[in-house]
Structures are given as C-alpha cells and as structure tokens.
C-alpha cells in the first residue's frame, strides 16, 4: 500500500466515524429491543459490516466492540444511554441518503429472526422519528426490498 493509499484510507476513517458509531448505535438499540441478544441478530451485524463499503473502512472486531459497549451500557443505565445514542443517530436526520441506509439496517437487524416482535417495531418507530422520518412510509418500502 502507497502512502497516498493509506493516507486515503485513514481519511475515510477518520470522516465516516460517526457514521460507524450511528450505525453501531442503531444495531445496538435495536438488538436490545425485544431484551435479548440473538445469534442471528450478531451474525446480521456481521453481514451488515461485510456488506457495506462505507463501514468496510473500519476493523469489523472495533466496529463490534463499540456496538457491545453501546449494549453494556443500555442495559447499565437504559435511558440515559438511549439518550446518547439517540443524538449520535440524530446526526444523520439533515441527509436522507444517511437516514435510509441507517434505517436500513435497523430493519435488517430486526428481521434477522424472521419475526419481528412489536418492541423491534417500536425501536424501528423511534429511530424513524429520531432521523425525521414517516415510520410507516419507510417500513413498508423496507418490506418490499427498497
């Protein structure tokens, strides 16, 4: 790797930060939804992280731990937590392209059990409402593959 390839590489790290911490602070929140982490939730991040070029930037197992930390501290102190990851969601309210990518990987967390219970939704609404968005617009849209 050149130093311009690396300085490129440290760029996009550095830039896409918060998104990486929105997106971990979404997988989080909607992980923890229903109480409970499942296997198949773990493996979706997992997929969601493999899958996405703008998170590919990042060492995955980081990605990972800031998403556990963000778990750890829901469960510690919920509503002051919920708070702090609500606002690192928020930043992503003024772009819609931002919003619907995040949005997106609520629902594929969600749906990673094939049965989306209704505090899943509920965590889905909240997030809507946190990125400016119609819940139920973008739910259905979800629902066709969009």
Same mark, same amino acid.
């Given at each position: 790797?050149?130093?311009?390839?690396?300085?490129?590489?440290?760029?996009?790290?550095?830039?896409?930060?918060?998104?990486?911490?929105?997106?971990?602070?979404?997988?989080?929140?909607?992980?923890?939804?229903?109480?409970?982490?499942?296997?198949?939730?773990?493996?979706?991040?997992?997929?969601?992280?493999?899958?996405?070029?703008?998170?590919?930037?990042?060492?995955?197992? /980081?990605?990972?731990?800031?998403?556990?930390?963000?778990?750890?501290?829901?469960?510690?102190?919920? *509503?002051?937590?919920?708070? !702090?990851? *609500?606002? /690192? !969601?928020?930043?992503?309210?003024?772009?819609?392209?931002?919003?619907?990518?995040?949005?997106?990987?609520?629902?594929?967390?969600?749906?990673?059990?094939?049965?989306? *219970?209704?505090?899943?939704?509920?965590?889905?609404?909240? !997030?809507?409402?946190?990125?400016?968005?119609?819940?139920?617009?973008?739910?259905?849209?979800?629902?066709?593959?969009?």
């Amino acid at each position: 790797m050149t130093i311009f390839e690396k300085l490129r590489s440290e760029t996009a790290r550095y830039w896409d930060k918060p998104f990486l911490k929105a997106a971990m602070a979404v997988c989080a929140l909607t992980i923890l939804a229903d109480g409970e982490v499942s296997l198949s939730e773990r493996y979706r991040v997992d997929a969601i992280l493999d899958a996405m070029d703008r998170l590919r930037v990042h060492n995955p197992r /980081k990605a990972v731990e800031i998403m556990d930390g963000y778990i750890e501290a829901l469960r510690n102190e919920p *509503q002051r937590t919920e708070d !702090i990851l *609500q606002g /690192k !969601i928020s930043r992503g309210a003024g772009d819609y392209k931002t919003a619907r990518t995040l949005l997106r990987i609520a629902y594929l967390v969600i749906s990673a059990n094939d049965d989306v *219970q209704d505090a899943e939704r509920a965590a889905f609404d909240k !997030i809507c409402a946190t990125l400016a968005v119609d819940p139920d617009e973008i739910w259905s849209k979800m629902r066709d593959g969009a």
